[in-house]
């Protein structure tokens, strides 16, 4: 796995991203508000009659308590710029299924961002039932 790693914060969050197999580039939005926006660019392969490429969106809810705040990572970049960061423990993996569509129109009322963010991936933009549920308890 080849990995590009870039980082940054905007205004409400904080957006990651890096390469997989060079085929494809993710995007991952970390919203204040508990949203996690994860954004794949999948390049087609023109030999086989792919299109150029195939934009996906999986929206899915996170904890706060699961997060490191922008502040926080601010202050370890200035102490030690260079430094490689490794995580203090292997929470292994987590396996979702995204079995709901979202309309990216509409998606607004759960996340302002998702709208700009999956605008490429409209029909190809999804959510897991639980945080559907959770969201609507919410609103």
Given at each position: ?139
């Amino acid at each position: 796995m080849h990995t590009y790693i870039h980082a940054f914060t905007f205004g409400q969050g904080i957006k990651r991203s890096f390469i997989l197999r060079a085929l494809i580039f993710f995007s991952l939005f970390l919203v204040f508000q508990e949203v996690q926006i994860l954004k794949a660019l999948i390049l087609g392969e023109e030999e086989r009659g792919q299109s150029q490429y195939q934009v996906m969106c999986f929206v899915f809810h996170f904890s706060k308590d699961a997060f490191i705040s922008s502040d926080a990572m601010s202050k370890l970049r200035q102490k030690n710029p260079g430094t490689v960061r490794t995580p203090e423990e292997d929470r292994g993996r987590e396996n979702y299924t995204m079995n709901y569509s979202v309309d990216v129109t509409r998606a607004g009322i759960i996340s302002p961002h998702i709208p700009e963010v999956c605008s490429e991936a409209i029909g190809n933009t999804y959510t897991r039932q639980e945080d559907v549920q959770m969201w609507s308890a919410t609103q």
